[in-house]
Nanobody
Framework: QVQLVESGGGLVQAGGSLRLSCAAS????????MGWYRQAPGKQRELVAS???????NYKDSVKGRFTISRDNAKNTVYLQMNSLKPEDTGVYVC??????????WGQGTQVTVSS
């Protein structure tokens, strides 16, 4: 069974940067899109950024200009570069891969904490 393994979370001061990575443990066929969701305490999970198989990207308004999503198709890996981090960016970041063959794959999540 293919798993998504995330890395790169941690504690950072406001204004700092982190780079998240999400790698699939095996081959995933029919990938439509990859994305990162955020689960903040007491809030619903929300989409932060996504990228399609064609490379089109979409961002939550509050992260535009600060976050950049990218992917390595050959490695089934998706990245999230986060710059100028703010305390409100704090949460568990969860990786998602949408497959037309097997549906949604989800990672376990990686904690990002931004201190003021």
């Amino acid at each position: 069974q293919v798993q998504l393994v995330e890395s790169g979370g941690g504690l950072v001061q406001a204004g700092g940067s982190l780079r998240l990575s999400c790698a699939a443990s095996g081959a995933i066929f029919g990938i439509n899109a990859m994305g990162w969701y955020r689960q903040a305490p007491g809030k619903q999970r929300e989409l932060v950024a996504s990228i399609t198989s064609g490379g089109s990207t979409n961002y939550k308004d509050s992260v535009k200009g600060r976050f950049t999503i990218s992917r390595d198709n050959a490695k089934n890996t998706v990245y999230l570069q986060m710059n100028s981090l703010k305390p409100e960016d704090t949460g568990v970041y969860v990786c998602n891969i949408q497959s037309s063959v097997r549906g949604n794959y989800w990672g376990q999540g990686t904690q990002v904490t931004v201190s003021s």
